[in-house]
Nanobody, 121 residues
Framework: QVQLVESGGGLVQAGGSLRLSCVAS????????LGWYRQAPGKQRELVAL????????YADSAEGRFTISRDNSNKNKVFLQMNSLKPEDSGVYYC??????????????WGQGTQVTVSS
């Protein structure tokens, strides 16, 4: 079992910033990747940013240049999403995602409970 606990969502005006955090815990051999996904009302969940165990990163076009995903240097199971220059279209529920290798040799994907981000115009 993997638990992902997110924090840092809230209400912010357009142009403002928010920082999301997520900590993964549980019986994990290793974490292959940590990511953030967003789901707006009536829309499918979509990838916002991803960081691999190599520290390589991937961003959605909409996030490139404004958002930064990173991991805590002291705790590699903790991931941040720094969101700057926020726009109303960035609003939605943000979910933390972890792709983990478990001790049984299987790779599984886990999701956090989500944190609401609302950007007012």
């Amino acid at each position: 079992q993997v638990q992902l606990v997110e924090s840092g969502g809230g209400l912010v005006q357009a142009g403002g910033s928010l920082r999301l955090s997520c900590v993964a815990s549980g019986s994990i051999f290793s974490i292959n990747a940590l990511g953030w996904y967003r789901q707006a009302p009536g829309k499918q969940r979509e990838l916002v940013a991803l960081i691999h165990s190599s520290d390589n990163t991937n961003y959605a076009d909409s996030a490139e240049g404004r958002f930064t995903i990173s991991r805590d240097n002291s705790n590699k199971n903790k991931v941040f999403l720094q969101m700057n220059s926020l726009k109303p279209e960035d609003s939605g529920v943000y979910y933390c995602n972890a792709v983990c290798l478990h001790f049984d040799g299987r790779i599984r994907t886990s999701w956090g409970q989500g944190t609401q981000v609302t950007v007012s115009s």
